[in-house]
């Protein structure tokens, strides 16, 4: 099983900021 | 719920009974596998309670139903027979005031805390700057207000032009009021932007050109308004090149609609879909905002529920057409279909309007197609008007196949994404 931190979800914003 | 990620053994071991208790536990904390009999039906339940009711923090201001171009996939017609729908009558001073009073009124009514949230302005048409008049007399008068009415005090403004209007001086005045410009252009060739063109039928790609020269020169920065057409989603590194020119930060793609005059490949969507998150991909290292992902990701992100993709169906938004009528979606803006009262009613109020709570209500969470989709908790749904355009049997309470294919797709990119992210630490 993979372990996922939160540490992971916010690497997904690269370096977006998190919150037509 | 979130995703939790084992081995091809563990999930054999899982269908077969004997599944580790560290394995079993994870899927149990993240509601994969149910702790009892009708833990689904309580989730749905809780969640559904939480569908927000009508709360009105935007509004359009339809300046003019007028355009100077008649591009090839307009969503509103204003390209064919249906432009003789459309008001001749620009938004006078007069209704602009009342539009104020009446989107302020319901600002209190919302209950939203506008110290802490942005109530939202637009400007939009037809092609807005044909009233730039008025523009800039609703920005200057939003302005003047804000230290009067604290529902305006953090109020962002925005315009939607096709950008053939600006000027150098328009460029200077609008940033100097603080209204976003948002300029429609559709890649950087003109084979990309074939579908803009004016009423004659020539394409204005040169004039958006010259217009982002001028952004350039004033060191002004624009946000692009993107609309996936079948040429743009060919050619990302076009656009990319567009954008490291002008040095856009923010954009927002539109995926196309479906109207008498405009037919697209079912394949399309899954194209579309695809374009935009090979576009995040190349985004997110440079720090660009593309609207639509961004939402998806949000929710992701924070397994948070995201109830509504579109202001009318989040019951958040006011529509003030040209000549004082009031609606709760643009898209209507030709037959004014929903467009209920007008500016100079007082009394209106949308938490309790039924026209309102039925759109509020036009979530996905409540949509019984929708149940057993893996992308429930972060599609939002589509565009009603054009779910009903392709299923007009079942009015607007109907799916928006457009947003299930992308938010399918999104979503197996975004656990595709965490997989890769979650792997990628423990191996390195």
New interface residues.
């Given amino acids: 099983m993979v372990q996922v931190e939160k540490e992971d979800y916010k690497e997904m914003y690269g370096n977006l900021d998190e919150p037509c | 719920m979130?995703?939790?990620?084992?081995?091809q053994k563990?999930y054999a071991d899982l269908l077969a009974g004997n599944c580790e208790d560290?394995?079993m536990q994870?899927l149990t904390n993240k509601k994969i596998i149910l702790s009892h009999d009708g833990e689904d039906e309580d989730v749905l339940s809780w969640v559904r309670k939480q569908v927000p009711q009508p709360s009105i923090s935007l509004c359009y201001f339809i300046l003019s139903e007028r355009c100077n171009l008649a591009c090839k996939y307009c969503f509103l017609g204003n390209n064919s027979e249906r432009r003789k729908l459309f008001s001749t009558n620009d938004m006078s001073r007069e209704v602009a005031d009342r539009a104020i009073d009446f989107f302020v009124r319901q600002l209190n009514f919302s209950g939203i805390d506008f110290e802490k949230n942005a109530s939202q302005i637009i400007f939009f048409g037809g092609e807005p700057l044909i009233n730039f008049e008025i523009l800039e007399y609703v920005a200057q008068r939003i302005n003047e207000l804000r230290s009067k009415i604290p529902v305006l005090m953090s109020c962002e403004m925005s315009v939607?032009t096709n950008g053939t209007l600006l000027t150098k001086e328009r460029i200077i005045k609008l940033n100097d009021l603080g209204v976003t410009v948002?300029i429609s252009i559709d890649g950087s060739t003109k084979e990309a932007n074939e579908m803009r063109v004016d009423i004659a039928g020539n394409e204005v790609f040169d004039r958006l050109i010259a217009v982002l020269d001028l952004y350039k020169e004033l060191h002004i920065k624009p946000s692009l308004?993107v609309?996936l057409s079948e040429k743009t989603i060919k050619d990302l590194p076009g656009l990319l090149s567009l954008m490291e020119k002008y040095d856009i930060k923010g954009l927002?793609?539109?995926i196309l609609l479906c109207s008498d005059n405009y037919q697209l490949p079912d394949e399309y969507y899954e194209k579309a879909s695809k374009f935009i998150i090979d576009s995040f991909k190349e985004?997110?290292?440079?720090?660009?905002?593309e609207?639509r992902i961004?939402r998806k990701?949000?929710s992701?992100?924070?397994s948070q529920i995201h109830f509504s993709d579109c202001g009318a169906t989040a019951g958040g938004q006011l529509v003030f057409a040209p000549d004082g009528r009031v609606g709760i979606c643009h898209e209507m803006l030709a037959d004014k279909e929903n467009f209920v009262t007008t500016v100079n009613d007082t009394t209106f109020n949308a938490k309790n309007n039924p026209l309102w709570q039925e759109w509020a209500s036009l979530t996905p969470i409540n949509c019984d197609d929708c149940i057993k989709c893996e992308a429930l908790g972060i599609c939002g749904g589509g565009c009603p008007v054009n779910a009903r355009y392709k299923n007009p049997a079942k009015g607007l309470h109907v799916v928006d196949e457009r947003s299930c294919v992308h938010a399918k797709t999104t979503l197996r990119f975004?656990i595709e994404?965490?997989?890769n992210?979650?792997?990628g630490?423990?191996q390195g």
Avoid at chain 2, 2 to 7: A, L
């Fill in positions: 979130q995703p939790v990620f084992v081995t563990d560290e394995i994870e939607i948002n308004s609309s927002g793609y539109n985004f997110r290292p440079l720090g660009i905002y609207d961004m990701l949000n992701f992100a924070h975004l994404d965490l997989y992210i979650a792997s630490k423990t």
